[in-house]
């Protein structure tokens, strides 16, 4: 298969589920949006964030908690 072809191969495989992409059940760990609600305010209160701080979201996966903080 010449390099033409595999990248179209891989497109389609990513384009299909892109189609059906669900930020909260690609993180996984989320399983509900009610949860990760509880899950981000629990997060922020332990690492005491305050409006005026910057965060910086290192590896951050399907990007729930930086989207939502």
């Given at each position: 298969m010449d390099?033409?072809?595999e990248i179209k191969r891989?497109?389609?495989i990513y384009d299909k589920?892109?189609?059906?992409y669900?930020?909260?059940n690609a993180a996984g760990q989320w399983?509900?949006?009610n949860l990760a609600k509880d899950i981000i305010k629990e997060i922020i209160q332990?690492?005491?964030?305050?409006?005026s701080d910057k965060v910086?979201?290192?590896g951050c996966g399907s990007?729930?908690?930086g989207s939502k903080i």
């Open positions: 390099d033409f072809r891989i497109t389609r589920r892109a189609s059906t669900n930020s909260l399983i509900s949006e332990k690492i005491e964030l305050i409006n910086l979201e290192i990007g729930v908690l």
